[in-house]
């Protein structure tokens, strides 16, 4: 299984802006890009108690 090429990006991208509208597309990345950044750190380990004892 491979990764999806531009055309299906594309289509992906297009279906998402007609589902969600225009405006609502900021607030999912956003959403999106915090709830990955959550994730990395709860893989890595780092919690927000460890970084007050530093």
């Known amino acids: 299984m491979s990764m ?10 297009l279906i998402v802006l007609v589902l969600f509208g225009a405006g609502k ?13 959550g994730f990395k750190k709860a893989l890595s380990g780092e ?3 460890d970084k007050d004892k530093k």
């Open 4 to 13: 999806p090429g531009i055309g299906e990006l594309v289509i992906i991208f």
């Open 47 to 49: 919690d927000e108690d």
């Open 25 to 37: 597309i900021p607030t999912i990345a956003k959403d999106l890009g915090s709830g990955i950044r």
